[in-house]
């Protein structure tokens, strides 16, 4: 197991590479049955409502409120989860805590944008960031709680199914401006610090880390810990250690926060190599590489400055500036084949686009009709920046064929995503995605696995009633609508925006609202 981990496909057939036309047929009438949602589902409650309670037919998990009803996490109320916005470290509520953490750092000026929670529970954390403009992503395992994801994209917060083994986590080097571990059972101190040293690779310079829970405060909390203050003590000079072989400053303890700092640039850090052996500079290997890509126990290099105050790589603008200002990863010229012009024309060209999109389908333009949005190939991110005005959030997917190094670009403008193969699953739970968005994905994907493997996997995201836009070549298309009618999938095909002689048009869906219950079967 690596960073990442799909969620099993139900149902998912083997890809063929010609099933015969009876037998297709007969598959297609059987797919439904396999992705129904359970009995009692309802749609959920809209954003900002959402973040507070949930309908428990959907997520129909006890495990987790039993085990964590004493945390203050979640309760069970009748036909409702309710999210009180507790949780272990956070006695007085997830709002007050980041009030804590807000005394600490500047969360409020715009300098903090993207953020990462490791090991997130139900996510209260980067719920309520969000009031803030803070976009979190949070993860955690398919544990012994098995749906703590699933409830975080319930409640209509970014959340992915991950882990950190021993694979890289996939996300672009210098993605986050900071990273947040409450209580979340990771060994930082254990395999030569591997696991600091991976958040290393993934926090923008000048990034912040956030420790809260064992070992910080021990000498306060060791009894309620079960654990000695020998033990706690050094797990927390071992945590110490390695954040220092990383060049990070400890800048602040207080009470039970612990937070450090990442330097701006490498040139201290580099020349302390000669005293520090360990751990060494990565050397020859793509910072950005993170599609099954083995962790290794070195500093991933910054990029070169020439002075002590240079930020590396180029400072980024406060949000919402960010968004729309030239990254600096394009700005350098270090993605290859993309230039200045190509982005602003790409920000303009979505503009237009989503209007488009929402004068086709009228639901886009209703405010509390979409909270999870999924672009399936999103290049520079400029579906997401279109809509970043509107109460949606939207995770950017990357293939990983063609270009993408452009994953780098979508942080640095202050949106978050990740890398994908869609061959694959991706690491998500059932029906956890109001609305999909594939622009050009099948003619990305032609030659490379069974169009009916992704329509499958999108379908299994969907919600029920949830809207699909697919943007292909019209022959694609056709071929596509085909299978979507067997899926009991609504479906028809429009123009594009620059009218009907465009051969590029567009495929909208809406997924049909079955359950186990339905007696239409």
């Not at 591997?194 to 880390?209: C, F, K, N, S």
């Not at 602003?344 to 503009?351: G, Q, V």
């Not at 596509?480 to 594009?496: C, E, L, P």
Request: charged content about 25%; overall charge positive; glycine content about 8%.
């Amino acid at each position: 197991g690596g960073g990442r981990e799909a969620a099993p496909l139900a149902g998912r057939p083997a890809p063929h590479a010609a099933a015969a036309p009876g037998r297709r047929a007969a598959l297609l009438r059987v797919l439904p049955r396999r992705r129904l949602a359970p009995r009692g589902y309802r749609t959920p409650f809209p954003w900002p409502a959402s973040r507070d309670v949930a309908w428990f037919a959907n997520v129909p998990h006890k495990e987790l409120t039993v085990e964590k009803a004493v945390q203050n996490w979640i309760h069970v109320d009748g036909d409702k989860f309710r999210f009180p916005g507790g949780g272990t470290m956070f006695p007085h509520g997830a709002g007050a805590y980041i009030d804590d953490i807000g005394r600490l750092i500047p969360l409020h000026d715009g300098s903090i944008r993207t953020a990462l929670d490791t090991g997130c529970g139900v996510a209260s954390w980067g719920a309520y960031l969000l009031s803030r403009n803070i976009l979190a992503m949070s993860f955690a395992p398919r544990d012994s709680h098995e749906a703590q994801v699933q409830f975080a994209l319930e409640r209509g917060v970014p959340a992915m199914i991950g882990v950190l083994a021993s694979n890289r986590l996939t996300y672009p080097a210098r993605a986050f401006d900071m990273a947040h571990c409450s209580r979340c059972l990771i060994p930082w101190q254990l395999y030569d610090g591997l696991y600091l040293i991976e958040v290393d690779r993934i926090l923008r310079p000048g990034g912040y880390w956030i420790l809260s829970g064992p070992p910080i405060n021990w000498k306060k909390h060791w009894k309620g810990w079960q654990r000695t203050r020998e033990d706690l003590n050094a797990e927390q000079r071992a945590i110490e250690s390695v954040a220092k072989s990383l060049c990070w400053k400890k800048i602040k303890e207080v009470g039970d926060i612990a937070i450090w700092q990442k330097p701006t640039n490498h040139i201290h850090c580099k020349a302390s190599r000669r005293i520090i052996k360990s751990p060494p500079f990565c050397s020859n290997k793509n910072p950005d590489a993170a599609w099954y890509e083995k962790m290794e126990a070195c500093i991933t290099p910054l990029p070169e400055v020439s002075d002590i105050k240079e930020v590396a790589g180029g400072e980024l603008k406060k949000w919402p500036q960010r968004l729309t200002a030239m990254p600096p990863r394009i700005a350098s010229g270090s993605i290859e084949g993309v230039t200045a012009e190509m982005f602003n024309e790409d920000t303009r060209l979505w503009k237009k686009r989503v209007g488009h999109y929402k004068s086709v389908i009228s639901q886009f333009g209703q405010k509390d009709r979409y909270r999870n949005l999924l672009d399936m190939n999103a290049r520079f991110g400029g579906f997401a920046a279109a809509l970043a005005g509107d109460p949606m959030w939207v995770m950017n997917m990357v293939p990983t064929i063609g270009n993408s190094t452009t994953l780098g670009v979508i942080y640095e403008r202050g949106l978050i995503g990740n890398y994908q193969d869609w061959c694959e699953g991706m690491s998500t739970y059932p029906r956890t995605y109001d609305l999909i968005h594939a622009d050009s994905v099948f003619s990305l994907y032609k030659d490379r696995c069974e169009m009916d493997t992704i329509l499958l996997e999108m379908d299994r995201i969907l919600r029920p009633e949830g809207t699909v836009i697919i943007r292909d070549d019209v022959d694609l298309l056709v071929k596509i609508k085909s299978v979507a009618d067997g899926m009991r999938w609504n479906s028809q095909i429009v123009d594009h925006e620059d009218g009907p002689l465009v051969r590029e048009k567009l495929l909208l869906v809406v997924k049909t609202y079955w359950t186990l219950g339905d007696e239409k079967q």
